[in-house]
């Protein structure tokens, strides 16, 4: 019942109660079906004692709900629940017009100079990356002229075209009732060039509450006033201070220095852990994961709840939950599984750590955090892949001999790379190195196969796996890129190994070599079934 209706203009209210005598005499409740009640209201009339609030809500940001919450929900707030990464965009952005003025009259009112900052904003943010694919829309928080306008100007700068792929429409709040956009951009209009009637009534919050909360990623407001030209009570001014006065929520990483000289200085039977771990053993955990770089959250909020620790990779995010095992009795376990449950619902991947298991067998649950982390894209900070558009051709200057590179001699590249992939999901046949980030499990192990088949002994170096690899697949790359490519060879590799496909074994250095047949080929079956 926050929600706009259609305004019952020229609706003659003796008609109204004329249809309620005809239809409805013998009705309790006939008065209650005005032209100002809706069906949010039938049910508070049948069921007040039975009212069920919906108060999960997936579509904004955190920081972007807050204005609703706080304009039409403080009783009961709605819970954020949307997944969120580091790459982020920036949830609330506000832009000062100051040259803005208001012209014309009731809903023909416009502001040209912030419906030209606006559509040079859109254009702007069309072209950069992090904009690609982003859905846009305007809401217009006074008239209708406005919108009109911003259209009209944008036809021109932006075309009809990308306006269409981007589902980019100008209008009021009525226009996006039910509906949502990436990226939301609102124009207040007013201007202290004009009067400024407040914007106190309920139809009024109604309209502000639909526009602030239409926006997913990203919301910007437009404004050509300050806070002293408004009416404390409107809700201009309202919306202004939430902008103003909204931090965004920070994703803080964890500082491994200090974690590590904590870890060893202080008396861990006297003392607790630092702030905001709940246990040494969250802690250890935590320290093997920024040991390799990883961006961890501990205490991570989400919906009232805490996440012991959160791996973040940017697109994704793993929680990971540590099972001390003082602190995690059968009421607890059973607490946290309700919760895992309830999170998992809305998209969170959970995996969980037993102290036990961590101290007899670390590297086996390492391991399998690792393959984890994998699975979900998660990398190490500065081992993200490179998105594909910004590779054109090689990375190698054209003076430079492809051949050898960073000191290692590529050699002959084998004809026969196209024999070795067959149908599976991710990218089988990539022609460099960031379409080869995308190989899944299967032809990635696959690919290995084959090379290791044309080495010598069916054996090599471990860390020399890459190399005959990328030979073998017809791909020159190093820098970044490589270094990703290798950490998720080595993942696959020692996953090969689990499965008793490969042996790691250590000779002058670490060697990898196939399993001799029938001893692969029943390795393999069994694999194809485990995946």
């Keep these: 019942d926050k929600q706009i209706a259609p305004d019952a203009v020229g609706v003659p209210q003796d008609a109204v109660h004329r249809l309620m005598d005809e239809y409805l005499h013998d009705y309790e409740f006939k008065?209650?079906?005005?032209?100002?009640?809706?069906?949010?209201?039938?049910?508070?009339?049948?069921?007040?004692?039975?009212?069920?609030?919906?108060?999960?809500?997936?579509?904004?940001?955190?920081?972007?709900?807050?204005?609703?919450?706080?304009?039409?929900y403080s009783g009961g707030p709605l819970i954020p629940l949307r997944q969120y990464g580091a790459d982020r965009l920036k949830?609330?952005?506000?832009?000062?017009?100051?040259?803005?003025?208001?012209?014309g009259r009731g809903g023909r009112v416009i502001n040209h100079p912030e419906a030209e900052v606006i559509a040079a904003k859109i254009v702007e943010l069309c072209g950069h990356s992090q904009y690609t694919g982003k859905t846009m829309g305007v809401v217009i928080l006074q008239g209708e002229a406005q919108a009109s306008l911003i259209e009209h100007i944008l036809l021109e700068q932006l075309g009809a075209e990308e306006m269409e792929c981007r589902r980019l429409i100008c209008g009021n709040p009525y226009s996006f009732q039910g509906d949502e956009r990436d990226v939301i951009f609102m124009s207040m209009v007013a201007a202290p060039n004009e009067r400024i009637g407040p914007l106190t009534k309920l139809a009024d919050e109604r309209r502000f509450n639909v526009a602030a909360s239409r926006a997913k990623d990203q919301m910007w407001l437009f404004h050509s006033v300050t806070r002293n030209d408004l009416n404390q009570s409107c809700l201009r001014s309202r919306l202004l201070e939430f902008f103003e006065d909204n931090p965004v929520d920070p994703i803080e990483n964890v500082d491994c220095e200090k974690l590590e000289r904590q870890a060893f200085e202080i008396n861990r039977s006297v003392v607790g852990p630092p702030q905001p771990f709940d246990s040494w053993f969250e802690v250890d955990v935590a320290l093997e994961l920024a040991r390799k770089k990883y961006r961890v959250i501990p205490q991570f909020e989400v919906a009232g709840k805490y996440i012991d620790l959160v791996i973040d990779g940017g697109?994704?995010?793993?929680?990971?939950?540590?099972?001390?095992?003082?602190?995690?009795?059968?009421?607890?376990?059973?607490?946290?599984?309700?919760?895992?449950?309830?999170?998992?619902?809305?998209?969170?991947?959970?995996?969980?750590?037993?102290?036990?298991?961590?101290?007899?067998?670390?590297?086996?649950?390492?391991?399998?955090?690792?393959?984890?982390?994998?699975?979900?894209?998660?990398?190490?900070?500065?081992?993200?892949?490179?998105?594909?558009?910004?590779?054109?051709?090689?990375?190698?200057?054209?003076?430079?001999?492809?051949?050898?590179?960073?000191?290692?001699?590529?050699?002959?590249?084998?004809?026969?790379?196209?024999?070795?992939?067959?149908?599976?999901?991710?990218?089988?046949?990539?022609?460099?190195?960031?379409?080869?980030?995308?190989?899944?499990?299967?032809?990635?192990?696959?690919?290995?196969?084959?090379?290791?088949?044309?080495?010598?002994?069916?054996?090599?170096?471990?860390?020399?796996?890459?190399?005959?690899?990328?030979?073998?697949?017809?791909?020159?790359?190093?820098?970044?890129?490589?270094?990703?490519?290798?950490?998720?060879?080595?993942?696959?590799?020692?996953?090969?190994?689990?499965?008793?496909?490969?042996?790691?074994?250590?000779?002058?250095?670490?060697?990898?070599?196939?399993?001799?047949?029938?001893?692969?080929?029943?390795?393999?079956?069994?694999?194809?079934?485990?995946?």
């Design 31 to 72: 008065t209650s079906f005005g032209v100002g009640t809706s069906l949010f209201d039938q049910g508070k009339i049948r069921y007040t004692t039975q009212q069920i609030g919906l108060r999960e809500h997936f579509r904004c940001m955190p920081e972007i709900i807050r204005f609703s919450n706080d304009l039409c």
């Design 91 to 103: 949830p609330l952005e506000k832009v000062y017009v100051p040259n803005g003025y208001r012209e």
């Design 315 to 531: 697109g994704s995010r793993l929680a990971v939950e540590c099972d001390g095992d003082a602190f995690h009795g059968v009421d607890h376990y059973e607490q946290d599984m309700e919760r895992q449950k309830i999170l998992e619902r809305c998209g969170w991947a959970f995996f969980r750590i037993r102290e036990c298991e961590f101290c007899t067998n670390k590297d086996a649950v390492l391991f399998k955090l690792w393959r984890a982390l994998e699975d979900r894209q998660i990398f190490p900070i500065g081992m993200e892949p490179v998105p594909k558009e910004s590779e054109k051709g090689s990375h190698i200057p054209e003076d430079e001999d492809p051949k050898n590179i960073g000191g290692e001699t590529l050699g002959k590249i084998p004809a026969s790379r196209g024999q070795l992939f067959h149908p599976l999901e991710g990218i089988n046949d990539p022609s460099n190195i960031h379409e080869a980030m995308q190989m899944n499990y299967s032809a990635l192990r696959d690919a290995i196969i084959a090379t290791l088949k044309s080495r010598p002994n069916q054996s090599c170096v471990k860390d020399s796996v890459v190399k005959y690899l990328l030979q073998y697949l017809e791909i020159i790359s190093r820098g970044k890129p490589r270094e990703a490519f290798a950490y998720k060879v080595d993942q696959v590799i020692r996953r090969m190994d689990e499965a008793g496909i490969l042996k790691i074994y250590t000779a002058t250095n670490e060697r990898v070599k196939l399993k001799p047949e029938p001893y692969l080929s029943m390795a393999l079956g069994k694999d194809f079934v485990s995946e």
